[in-house]
């Protein structure tokens, strides 16, 4: 037998009037919320979605309140503190500037990743953390065009999906083709808001290709599944054997490369390295002129990795020359360094280089 309890109708009446309340006054508390552009934040998580077996989107807001303003497609870097250590990690935006309360990252748990694992078991609801930035140059804001040909494997999805939802909710005139790759169906992130875009959109074409039933891409299912792709501009975003693949094979297809754009995030990447440099880089000396240690390059070591042996103040966020955390100044020496995409003219005159991308050539001083 089920036993109802009798609602007193004058508290019914007051819960209902504090309720109204309060959605006044988080409406007045958003509508004057002040825009982040740039800049360091805390974050609050409010809730975190379980993707797939291996992804989780975090949805954050900030304290206080703020508007998130940001290029779709952009990343932040993350400040984390495990095991009393300070990590810093980039992981692009998932979200849409179009819905600017929140903002969400999308995360996968990459074999052997000390950050993603941990953020994955431990980030809950409640939980704060610091995010500095946005960044990157890899958006739909900088590279504007009537035709689009997204193509992103794995989590590479994340800023594709940014710059979808941008698009979409901004009521865009622009003419989307994604092609997303995944193991299997079941590992297809935002599958369900794909598809029902897809659905809902004229402009909007949608393609998978799962790694269990057609394979891998090939040029010859990218040919058959985007045969207007020369007349499109291409973001690309994935894993690196993806990415290396698909740069190949679009470039072999005689495709305008200055239409072509391309990111690596996610912890998915190591630093490219210049490998001939790398293996010469053994044994050279690095001093650090503020603290004096001298220290000897181990075989393969980047600078950025060099530097962390011996816990110099230096951030590596996202390890893969985009985001330039890891910036140093070179006061004699010389390296080999495969990125300044962050750098300007006039750092990279004065002996800036980064870190994660670059292999000593000759003994290092560093201003550090
Ligand atoms: S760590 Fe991001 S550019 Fe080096």
Excluded at 3 to 20: C, G, L, R
Aim: one cysteine or more; proline letters at 5%.
């Amino acid at each position: 037998m089920s036993v109802t309890t009798p609602i007193n109708p004058q508290q019914a009446i007051i819960s209902v009037h504090e309720k109204s309340m309060q959605i006044t006054e988080a409406f007045q508390q958003l509508s004057t919320a002040a825009s982040w552009q740039k800049g360091t934040l805390e974050l609050t998580c409010l809730r975190v979605v379980q993707e797939t077996d291996d992804v989780k989107t975090f949805v954050f807001q900030s304290t206080p309140q703020t508007r998130f303003h940001f290029k779709p497609g952009q990343f932040v870097t993350l400040q984390l503190e495990i095991e009393g250590e300070n990590v810093y990690r980039t992981y692009t935006i998932s979200s849409s500037p179009s819905k600017p309360y929140t903002l969400e990252l999308t995360i996968k748990k990459v074999e052997g990743g000390q950050v993603s694992g941990w953020l994955l078991e431990n980030l809950k609801p409640g939980h704060k953390v610091k995010a500095e930035g946005p960044g990157g140059e890899f958006n739909i804001i900088d590279h504007p065009a009537k035709k689009v040909l997204f193509l992103s494997a794995g989590c590479g999805i994340t800023p594709m999906m940014s710059m979808s939802r941008w698009l979409r909710d901004t009521v865009a005139d622009v003419d989307i083709h994604f092609i997303h790759s995944a193991r299997t169906s079941y590992d297809i992130i935002f599958r369900h808001e794909l598809d029902k875009t897809a659905q809902r959109y004229d402009n909007f074409k949608l393609d998978y290709v799962l790694e269990n039933i057609d394979g891998f891409l090939d040029a010859e299912k990218l040919q058959q599944l985007a045969p207007d792709m020369h007349d499109r501009t291409i973001f690309v975003c994935g894993p690196a054997p993806y990415m290396t693949a698909v740069e190949q094979m679009v470039a072999d297809s005689g495709f305008d490369m200055s239409r072509y754009f391309q990111e690596s995030f996610g912890g998915q990447l190591m630093p490219e390295l210049d490998t001939e440099a790398t293996a010469q880089a053994e044994g050279y000396q690095l001093t650090l002129e503020k603290s004096g240690k001298v220290a000897t390059f181990d075989p393969g070591q980047s600078v950025l990795e060099a530097l962390e042996q011996q816990k110099a103040p230096v951030i590596g966020a996202c390890r893969a020359g985009v985001c330039g955390s890891c910036k140093v100044k070179i006061s004699e020496g010389k390296v080999s360094s495969t990125s300044q995409m962050t750098l300007t003219p006039d750092e990279i005159a004065q002996g800036y280089v980064l870190s994660c991308c670059s292999t000593p050539q000759s003994d290092l001083n560093i201003d550090i």
